[in-house]
């Protein structure tokens, strides 16, 4: 019951999303880990992550790559004189997936960031066939951020789980007042996750299209007894 979570950009709360997710799931009897196959600047999201996971990973199996300069990661890599081993993070996904439940898989930036010379993180997530889903942050712009990922990810053959709407900070103006409203008429048929402090999230809705669905009758078992 592996999920694979993307951005419509930097800084979206890809993150925050993940984590929640985790404690989620966690909370509900599922073993659940976390992984950043890479991160670029900082260790500090892969450090939350393995806050957020079960016991028995650690943070090199969480975040096989770590490259110090940040940019996107094909630019480290030049920048670093150092090869993306697509191998090794592919062995450790597996590993965590025989392991663990569910392995909620954080990419880097936005759908089509380098992580290679020539391959993007969407072509990365499609090697690793998990369900997608986006994380947005409600501001102007993100309908058609949103629905050129969504295009995308569509397009190589991979399941949407979902697009999850987190709340912009600051005060609310016209467009995030109506987002929501537009998501709603504009994904027919996919799910939309509203992140805010009205509502409880509906986590359970972007588990409904998981490879696993064994896993997923477990989780909804315990969500209605």
């Known amino acids: 019951m592996s999920l694979f979570l993307t951005g419509t950009g930097t800084g979206v709360g890809k993150t925050f999303v993940a984590?929640?997710?985790?404690?989620?799931?966690?909370?509900?009897?599922?073993?659940?880990?976390?992984?950043?196959?890479?991160?670029c600047g900082d260790r500090e999201d892969a450090r939350r992550l393995l806050a957020a996971s079960a016991e028995g990973i650690s943070i090199e199996e969480l975040?096989?790559?770590?490259?110090?300069?940040?940019?996107?990661?094909?630019?480290?890599?030049?920048?670093?004189?150092?090869?993306?081993?697509?191998?090794?993070i592919q062995n450790c996904?597996?590993?965590?997936?025989?392991r663990f439940d569910t392995v909620i898989v954080e990419g880097v930036g936005g759908w089509l960031v380098p992580m290679t010379a020539d391959l993007f993180v969407g072509d990365f997530a499609k090697q690793l066939d998990l369900p997608v889903a986006i994380v947005a942050e409600n501001r102007l712009g993100c309908?058609?951020?949103i629905l050129l990922t969504l295009e995308s990810v569509?397009?190589?053959?991979l399941v949407c789980a979902g697009v999850i709407l987190k709340s912009a900070n600051g005060p609310t103006d016209l467009a995030q007042s109506t987002n929501?409203?537009?998501l709603r008429r504009l994904l027919a048929g996919i799910n939309l996750v509203v992140i805010d402090e009205r509502t409880e999230p509906n986590w359970a809705e972007i588990f409904a299209k998981t490879e696993r669905p064994d896993v997923f009758r477990k989780l909804t078992q315990t969500l209605t007894s």
Not at 63 to 87: C, F, H, K, R
Request: charged content about 20%.
């Open 19 to 39: 984590i929640e997710l985790l404690y989620w799931l966690r909370a509900h009897g599922i073993r659940a880990a976390g992984m950043k196959p890479i991160c």
């Open 63 to 88: 975040n096989p790559v770590w490259l110090q300069s940040p940019v996107a990661p094909s630019v480290a890599a030049q920048i670093e004189q150092v090869e993306i081993d697509l191998g090794k």
């Open 93 to 98: 996904f597996r590993n965590l997936s025989e």
């Open 143 to 145: 309908l058609n951020h």
């Open 154 to 157: 569509q397009r190589r053959g």
């Open 180 to 182: 929501e409203t537009e």
